[in-house]
């Protein structure tokens, strides 16, 4: 309980009535920040964090060196215990790094003062997984509690709200009590209250995972449009690929608390190279079908039979599925069975299976890079000539 408390309060330090991007940079440079460090710009510096418990220390980041492009999605995904939470709550420093730094803006938070601590997070707000609103005030008192604990006035209160209210899509709904609301509308209300005080960060810590899989999609489309909208850079934590596709231009992927890998995520996505990222992708990936897969053989016994083959494109140099060409290369006959390709930022990646006439010369005229980025034959079936 006095976690959440503590999180809540993360929503309504303090907040003055000029925009915080102008006021966050002030700010900044009076703690140095470099002018040309833009206004929502995050770096991991060799960061560690290691928890003191009673059971002795727990090591739950290792040299975290990572930075976050100004104005970015940016999605931190890994299994439970990876080091998610810790990472993201040392951006707000709800957590202090053992070593290393993060540095907001350019500047180093470990040494901010109170007043400092006060302006950083009103520079960066927090949603959470169970949405932290307060179940005995409305859904305008929700939304005004960061401004009203800053003393902002109060007419200007009632116009930011209204205006992150409209920007949520909860318009009308200023005097209903959370208790009645969707766990949809819920979050949105707490997307609100970490909007009105105008930040500069967004830091979502699983803000879908309490919710189905169509409200997810509304509320992950609401952040994609609140930053092409507000330019703010957005950090999400997520145990879920699905998530990392559909909104992040970056990811970073967390196990044992190191990155096991980083970077744009359709390079992620074309071509995981850590275990733990393939695995993480699995549920994304349907297989072959079983019944298909019970009657393959691994070698091809020189009879009539159906070879399917596995063509599999990483996005890398604009490389993509050319059906005339295949079929150039294969030959009359060639079916397309199976495919997962997906085009993620104008890349295109996957899989695509196809089933063509068996030969001895099938090896050879596959292994052409102009196909593909690889290409392998899964196996032979007999009964399907
Ligand atoms: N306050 C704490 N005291 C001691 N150990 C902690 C504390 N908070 C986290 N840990 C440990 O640190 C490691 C990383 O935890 P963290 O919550 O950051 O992982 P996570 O990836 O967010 O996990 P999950 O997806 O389950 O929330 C885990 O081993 C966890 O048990």
């Given at each position: 309980m006095s976690a959440v408390l503590f999180d809540a309060a993360a929503n309504v330090m303090p907040v003055v009535g000029a925009d915080a991007r102008s006021a966050g940079a002030s700010e900044a440079s009076s703690t140095?920040?470099?002018?040309a460090v833009a206004a929502g710009s995050i770096r991991f510096q060799a960061v560690e964090k290691i928890y003191v418990s009673s059971v002795g220390p727990v090591?739950?980041?290792?040299?975290i060196t990572i930075d976050v492009p100004a104005g970015s999605i940016f999605g931190i995904i890994g299994r439970s215990g990876a080091g998610k939470s810790s990472m993201l709550r040392t951006i707000n420093r709800l957590e202090r790094p053992t070593s290393g730094q993060v540095l907001v803006d350019g500047a180093d938070?470990?040494?901010?003062n109170e007043d400092q601590l006060v302006a950083l997070r009103r520079r960066v707000g927090m949603i959470f997984q169970h949405f932290n609103?307060?179940?005995?005030?409305t859904v305008f008192a929700n939304v005004a509690l960061p401004l009203v604990v800053a003393g902002v006035p109060k007419q200007e209160v009632k116009e930011r709200v209204a205006e992150v209210l409209k920007l949520v899509g909860l318009?009308?709904?200023?005097?209903?009590?959370?208790?009645?609301?969707s766990g949809g509308q819920k979050q949105r209300v707490g997307i609100a209250r970490a909007l009105v005080s105008r930040p500069e960060i967004l830091l979502c810590d699983?803000?879908?995972?309490?919710?189905d899989p169509e409200t997810t999609l509304s509320i992950l489309s609401l952040l994609k449009d609140i930053n092409r909208r507000l330019g703010l850079t957005i950090v999400l934590i997520t145990h879920e690929m699905s998530v990392i596709r559909e909104i992040c231009d970056h990811v970073l992927v967390l196990e044992a608390g190191r990155i096991a890998e980083t970077g744009r995520v359709w390079e992620v996505f074309g071509n995981p190279r850590h275990e733990a990222t393939r695995s993480l992708l699995k549920p994304l990936d349907r297989g072959l079908p079983e019944d298909l897969a019970g009657r393959?053989?691994?070698?091809?016994?020189?009879?009539p039979a159906t070879a399917l083959v596995e063509f599999t494109y990483t996005?890398?140099?604009?490389?993509?599925?050319?059906l005339g060409r295949l079929f150039a290369v294969l030959g009359d006959g060639t079916n397309i069975i199976q495919s997962n390709l997906d085009r993620i930022q104008g890349h295109v990646s996957g899989r695509l299976i196809v089933a063509t006439a068996a030969r001895s010369d099938l090896h050879h005229l596959i292994a052409n890079p102009d196909l593909a980025h690889a290409a392998r034959i899964i196996g032979y079936d007999a009964t399907d000539v």
């Open positions: 140095g920040k470099p002018a090591k739950a980041l290792t040299d938070i470990s040494t901010f609103l307060l179940s005995a005030k318009g009308g709904k200023e005097n209903t009590y959370p208790s009645r609301l699983e803000a879908t995972s309490a919710l393959l053989d691994s070698q091809w016994s020189g009879k996005g890398v140099g604009g490389l993509q599925p050319d």
